[in-house]
């Protein structure tokens, strides 16, 4: 059995690492590489002392990494430190022979008490088959931490928590602005918090201090198109298309963008006719802010206009 299920990995990360009870053996997966950088950074900081690094850490790719190496690197005794660290990078053992698979397979069962194994996938998806019996069960004992986006309230959270240090301070609304002029990505997030904070001279950071530092993801301007094109402001509308050509932005992603952003007005009103709240559409995964802005429109503009908009697209 596993030590947790992938959706709990993140929460025993987190204990154990509070409780200095670090395990031998842990997947890192998952988008968020904002997270996983963190937590593997907080591994090597509880584990190693910085002067003794590069004695105790070893990594691997797939271009480097072979049973031997492995071997020697899981039997090296850590140097004036509690342990010794590998990191394994987007290596697919599912995928290689049967040899290596049981090769590596017993590397992986019998790992040092003082070494901890982290196998880290960022361009490969961790993908265990249970075709393999036996390495399927010695990755298992692995603990799986899959590293995904926050909700948006914990994210919220985490952006005030960031901003606390420069002294400034903002809204919820705000916040969720913020997120979504980013995409919600932590670690465009961090970047952005960065420059606002140096931007704004006062305590509060505002909306207007938002659009005046942050550079949009596309889903954020096209959010400020369709708004063009729901208000009837065509020349406006333009206008943000012609930011996004220049941005070279991918044609057919605007179509897709701008279709789903009518596809949720239009979801909205049916939503709204059966008299349900942006809340219910939250619940669709669609975040507060353009949850808000779809039910607002969708007072305002007619059924016909709604499937028209969705069909043009």
């Not at 105790?56 to 004036?80: C, K």
Request: some cysteine; charged content about 25%; hydrophobic content about 40%.
């Amino acid at each position: 059995m596993a030590r947790q299920e992938e959706n709990t990995g993140f929460e025993q990360l987190k204990r154990e690492l509070k409780q200095k009870t670090v395990g031998s053996f842990y997947v890192f997966c998952g988008s968020e590489a904002y997270l996983r950088t963190a937590y593997l950074q907080r591994l090597h900081e509880l584990l190693i002392e910085p002067f003794a690094e590069e004695f105790n850490f070893h990594r691997f790719n797939g271009d480097n990494l072979t049973p031997q190496a492995l071997s020697e690197s899981l039997n090296a005794l850590p140097m004036l430190s509690e342990r010794t660290i590998i990191q394994i990078d987007d290596v697919d053992f599912f995928r290689m022979n049967e040899e290596d698979r049981k090769t590596y397979g017993t590397l992986f069962a019998e790992i040092p008490t003082d070494c901890t194994v982290v196998l880290v996938y960022d361009t490969v998806e961790y993908a265990p088959l249970k075709k393999d019996k036996y390495l399927f069960e010695t990755m298992s004992k692995a603990l799986v931490v899959s590293f995904s986006q926050p909700s948006e309230r914990e994210l919220c959270g985490w952006v005030a928590r960031h901003f606390k240090p420069h002294g400034k301070t903002l809204t919820y609304d705000t916040c969720v602005y913020l997120i979504s002029r980013t995409g919600g990505d932590m670690t465009t997030l961090s970047g952005e918090i960065e420059k606002i904070a140096a931007y704004e001279s006062g305590d509060v950071i505002t909306r207007e201090d938002v659009d005046a530092v942050v550079e949009s993801v596309l889903e954020a301007k096209i959010f400020d198109l369709t708004d063009a094109l729901c208000e009837g402001d065509f020349d406006r509308a333009m206008r943000e298309l012609f930011v996004l050509l220049q941005r070279q932005e991918i044609p057919n992603a605007i179509l897709s963008s701008i279709s789903g952003q009518f596809r949720r007005i239009q979801m909205a009103k049916i939503l709204s006719s059966r008299g349900m709240l942006p809340s219910d559409l939250v619940k669709f995964g669609i975040s507060s802010y353009p949850a808000q802005k779809a039910f607002a429109y969708a007072r305002k503009l007619s059924d016909k206009f709604c499937d028209a908009a969705v069909l043009h697209c």
